[in-house]
Every structure is written in C-alpha cells, then in structure tokens.
C-alpha cells in the first residue's frame, strides 16, 4: 500500500522523486507527528508541502508527512495560505 503510494506520487509529479527510505527519513525528522497539527501519527499522508498543482515537486524536500484530516483540509493550499512561513 505504501509502495503504491509513493509509485502514484512520483507518477503524477512534475519532477523529483522519493523512495521508502526518504518517507522514514522524514517521519523520524518530523518525531512522527504530524506538520501542521503536532499529533502523533498513526496513520498519514505523504504531503507535498508546495502542491504540485501550485509547481511543487516530489523531490524529498517538498515532502511532508501529515494526518489523514489536515492534509485532506490543505488541499492544493500554498503554505501562506495555512500561515506557515518557507
């Protein structure tokens, strides 16, 4: 499943790519919580923090790990938006 996640994300970005190993990267750097609401994640979405419907990529450095219900409330948000500073 989380293979098949990842495979979809890089199919559908417009440049970069992410592995298995870049999502646990960032989960242990995020101390498994969520970015945008800080609770501890069980289940999660791989974010792009710059969607790419807005020009992001899914090169590692855009990505984000977020609960279920904040990263199906971003939507394609810019992170101005939410008021979140680059």
């Known amino acids: 499943r989380e293979y098949d996640r990842i495979r ?7 440049g970069g790519t992410f592995t298995k190993a870049d999502v646990e990267a960032i989960r242990i750097a995020q101390g498994n ?3 945008l609401c800080g609770k501890k994640l069980k289940k999660y979405h791989i974010d792009h923090f ?3 419907a807005l020009g992001g ?5 855009n990505l ?3 609960c279920p219900h904040c ?3 971003k939507n394609d ?8 500073l680059i």
Not at 77 to 84: D, E, F
């Open 8 to 14: 979809e994300a890089n199919r559908r970005a417009s």
């Open 33 to 35: 919580r969520c970015y």
């Open 50 to 52: 710059i969607p790419l």
């Open 57 to 61: 990529t899914s090169d590692p450095g």
């Open 64 to 66: 984000r790990l977020a």
């Open 71 to 73: 990263n199906l409330s």
């Open 77 to 84: 948000k810019h992170p101005h938006a939410l008021g979140i």
